[in-house]
């Protein structure tokens, strides 16, 4: 086999592999090393491949995609600093779980060490980011059912037990352009089944035992991965007759079936100091991540005589207050299920003091003229049942939390709150936009806009999406932090832009409007 058509048939055997396991989608950046990568991705039938320039864009576009749509994305690019580009969007998938499948393209290995040029390390360059990473060999006539193998291998690593990127390595000799396309015959990829949790079940019945007739908070932060089970928690905080606190990216706030216990705007009720003082629980029990609220995170941090249950099902520890007194290692829906039939409620006020608290909130936030309120409303208000909304971090997924009560319809929340940055979220909006015909709407502020500017060029006329820019003229969080009482306040935090949103939108051919009120 001439040596263009290996390179192309070791890339065949490769989505081969990938696909068996559940990838559907490739992102492809364009370049010369990865030539036979992309050929046989684009040539392989049950494979959608997209084109995206900018390698940071498009792997913030694969993670927006994977997120949707629970599948594995692949992402190529050529050798260099072109994967180097992928670094902040593989951070945000190994800390939210996300998997990523990235295939490198790159020099063999007489081209290393020696001064040629576009050539650096690359094998590790994602380190402990990844679940699996490996350099396959040169392309082998003898070994297509290896590299096969090895891309059902990297597909397993990214699913289980600890979702995240998984990086494949490819080096290639020239010449890259094929000829003939041959395909290996008679590939076998692998079967691969997991498993489902179970928790314990000595540990539950003591864990049942313990809450059971006291009064307790049940707590639901973000997650990014498999949706919490609503039906199952809310089940259990009514057997409890316990609080629910429902962080908006738990998605348990929209759609609820406990009315009564689902207790929203806690961030707010939680900045008086006597109503922290009446709210001291006996037991905690999370699901989730630790949620965004920091009025939450510092009451919790001060329960020094609590039993803090937290439950998990992928292994990491996620205690950043070291307030955890048991970890339940399982399945949520099988946590809770299983809880709520060992458990009795507490009889004691307990609940009451929070709904009193809420609603005391809620009357003095309607009578408060805020448009970031009034926005988040309106907005609320007007998403479908069937709707994404893409929150930006830092002031947005904030006012989300003050201001979004809950509503009776379904929605989607989602957000980056793996590393929490700023950037990529324009690529990871649309690539949410890309798995399907429900409307997303991106609602982020000006600065993240202009940190993602570039990937505004992916946009096009089959993603529907919308984004909403609360423009506050900069680092508006930074109000709310101590670092408002600098001098250097606005010189180094601040950092208000002066950059017309309207000329920008028109270069990139985006429709544009603005607007002043609510």
Not at 89 to 116: H, K, M, N, T
Not at 212 to 230: R, V
Not at 464 to 490: M, S, Y
Request: glycine share 6%.
């Amino acid at each position: 086999m001439e040596h263009a058509d290996l390179n192309y048939a070791w890339g065949h055997a490769i989505c081969s592999g990938l696909h068996a396991l559940g990838v559907g989608r490739i992102v492809i950046s364009p370049g010369s090393r990865s030539t036979p990568l992309a050929l046989a991705a684009h040539r392989y039938p049950e494979l959608q491949t997209q084109v995206i320039l900018d390698e940071r864009s498009a792997a913030f576009f694969a993670l927006g995609a994977a997120k949707t749509s629970g599948q594995p994305v692949a992402l190529i690019a050529t050798s260099g600093t072109a994967i180097s580009e992928w670094l902040p969007a593989v951070s945000e998938a190994d800390l939210a779980r996300v998997p990523l499948i990235l295939l490198s393209a790159d020099r063999p290995p007489e081209l290393r060490q020696c001064g040629a040029n576009q050539t650096m390390p690359q094998a590790n360059l994602f380190d402990e980011r990844c679940r699996f990473s490996m350099e396959l060999p040169l392309p082998d006539e003898q070994l297509f059912q290896s590299a096969c193998r090895y891309a059902c291998q990297a597909v397993a690593a990214s699913r289980w037990p600890l979702p995240g990127p998984a990086h494949l390595n490819i080096p290639l000799r020239e010449p890259l352009t094929p000829i003939q396309f041959p395909t290996p015959d008679s590939l076998y990829p692998t079967r691969v089944s997991t498993p489902t949790l179970a928790p314990n079940d000595r540990h539950l019945t003591q864990i049942a035992e313990a809450i059971s007739g006291l009064p307790g908070l049940i707590i639901c932060g973000p997650e990014s991965g498999a949706p919490l089970p609503k039906p199952q928690i809310t089940q259990l905080a009514e057997a409890l007759n316990a609080p629910l606190l429902a962080d908006p990216l738990s998605n348990l706030r929209n759609d609820s079936h406990a009315k009564k216990q689902l207790i929203s705007q806690y961030d707010l009720a939680l900045m008086s100091d006597s109503f922290c003082a009446k709210a001291q629980p006996e037991w905690v029990l999370r699901f989730g991540a630790m949620p965004v609220s920091k009025q939450l995170s510092g009451f919790l941090s001060k329960l020094d005589q609590t039993r803090y249950i937290l439950v998990d099902p992928h292994g990491r520890w996620p205690d950043p207050l070291h307030r955890g007194s048991e970890l339940v290692q399982a399945d949520p829906t099988l946590v809770a299920s299983q809880l709520q039939q060992r458990v009795s409620p507490s009889p004691s006020p307990y609940l009451r003091i929070w709904q009193e608290r809420q609603q005391s909130i809620q009357l003095i936030v309607a009578d408060t003229a805020l448009e970031e309120r009034e926005v988040v409303e309106i907005l609320m208000d007007q998403l479908p049942a069937e709707g994404l909304l893409f929150c930006g971090n830092s002031l947005p997924i904030r006012q989300l939390d003050w201001f979004h009560p809950g509503r009776e319809r379904a929605l989607t929340i989602m957000a980056n709150r793996g590393v929490s940055g700023i950037d990529g979220n324009i690529a990871t909006l649309l690539g949410m936009a890309s798995t399907g015909d429900r409307p997303v709407v991106g609602m982020i502020g000006d600065l993240t806009l202009l940190h993602d500017i570039g990937s505004l060029a992916i946009s096009n006329e089959t993603l529907n999406a919308v984004i909403l820019v609360l423009d506050n003229q900069g680092g508006g969080i930074f109000d709310h932090l101590p670092q408002q009482r600098l001098n250097e306040h606005e010189a180094l935090f601040i950092t208000p832009q002066q950059v017309d949103l309207a000329a920008l939108a028109r270069g990139f051919g985006v429709a544009y409007q603005s607007t002043t009120t609510a």
